[in-house]
């Protein structure tokens, strides 16, 4: 077992800004050890006051569209020409043979990568929609609390639930490439209602051109969508990793969405329906939990599987089977 820390240790470190205590503390957090599960919450309860002071920014994009260079241009822009400081919350997909995970964005990027003012935690998706590991809220609490003003969370990639990194940020952008208009004909209407801003990425070079016009057939086709309630309307620009071209009104945009947002209350509005969903969240993985943990469903459930796979029984028999199995009330009453 992993040695823990004491709680004041843990608190006093993430607050101090200690890196590696942060990091310790993610990881207890990210345990599915339930003798981890206490400590946690009693961490989380104790930095909840320093908490929702940064702005949150979640970033997607079609395959091969350079998320990871594009947050390492954006980061050193907050770094060197404002003199700020972020987190980056980077989730690789696990196998879902295996359940093992790359983790390699450290290496793409390099810059961020060893400037102290910017801290990158990779985790495993572990298969969850969306493409935000399962703690991932948790984490941007304890990055908040240790003092950094600007969290990025990157997700796997455009097809999965976009929904769930929409409702742990403030800002979601989407990155395109030029050339891709078929791939905005075929993306879900779901996660275009969703964006709050959209980027195209690799205009550089003799694809600046024809980023341009992708520019503008996306913002045409963003127009036809109904006005958002938040009184804020999407954007459509061009930028360039490489050159930096385009970066710094990439967060230009952003900081007009939060002022926007902040100015009608709808970026409170927003944090507080975040909070509900998060506590529905935590309750939907209790009860699951609690689930599996009961031994009656724990012995009966590999048999019930192995009906359902050769045909024996219906799915919706099997799952009526074993919820009946499923006595929460009985816990804890036999002393």
């Known amino acids: 077992m992993r040695p823990r820390l004491p709680l004041e240790r843990y608190v006093d470190g993430v607050l101090g800004g200690e890196r590696t205590v942060l990091a310790q503390a993610i990881t207890l957090i990210e345990s599915n050890l339930p003798s981890d599960s206490e400590l946690a919450a009693h961490l989380l309860d104790a930095l909840l006051p320093h908490t929702g002071r940064s702005l949150r920014a979640g970033i997607t994009g079609v395959p091969g569209v350079g998320k990871s260079t594009f947050i390492n241009a954006l980061g050193m822009h907050l770094i060197r020409d404002r003199g700020e400081n972020l987190a980056v919350l980077s989730v690789d997909p696990s196998s879902p043979i295996s359940g093992g995970s790359i983790l390699g964005d450290k290496t793409r990027m390099q810059e961020l990568a060893v400037d102290e003012r910017a801290f990158i935690r990779p985790s495993p998706s572990e ?48 990155l395109m490439l030029a050339g891709a208009g078929d791939e905005l004909q075929g993306m879900k209407r779901g996660i275009i209602e969703m964006l709050d801003g959209m980027a195209i990425n690799k205009a550089d070079g003799d694809n600046k051109p024809g980023a341009e016009h992708a520019r503008i057939e996306y913002a045409s086709a963003l127009d036809l ?35 926007c947002l902040s100015g009608n209350g709808f970026l409170a509005r927003r944090r507080n329906r975040q909070a509900l969903e998060w506590m529905n969240e935590l309750t939907v993985f209790g009860l699951e939990e609690l689930f599996h943990s009961q031994p009656a469903v724990a012995a009966r459930l590999p048999v019930v599987r ?18 009946g199995l499923f006595h929460p009330e009985t816990e804890g009453t036999n002393s």
């Not at 609490?141 to 403030?170: K, P, W």
């Not at 459509?236 to 710094?248: F, K």
Request: proline content about 4%; glycine content about 10%; hydrophobic content about 40%.
């Open 127 to 174: 298969g969850r929609l969306g493409g935000v590991a399962r703690r991932t809220r948790e984490t941007i609490l304890l990055c908040e609390a240790a003092g950094y003003h600007n969290i990025f969370v990157e997700t796997v990639g455009v097809g999965q639930s976009e929904a769930a990194v929409r409702s742990m940020t403030d800002f979601f952008l989407l």
């Open 225 to 259: 969508f109904p006005a958002s309630e938040d009184g804020w309307t999407p954007r459509v620009l061009t930028c360039s990793s490489i050159s930096g071209e385009g970066i710094p009104e990439v967060w230009d945009m952003v900081l007009a969405h939060r002022e």
């Open 306 to 323: 192995e009906e359902v796979r050769r045909g024996s029984v219906s799915p919706l028999a099997a799952s009526r089977e074993l919820l």
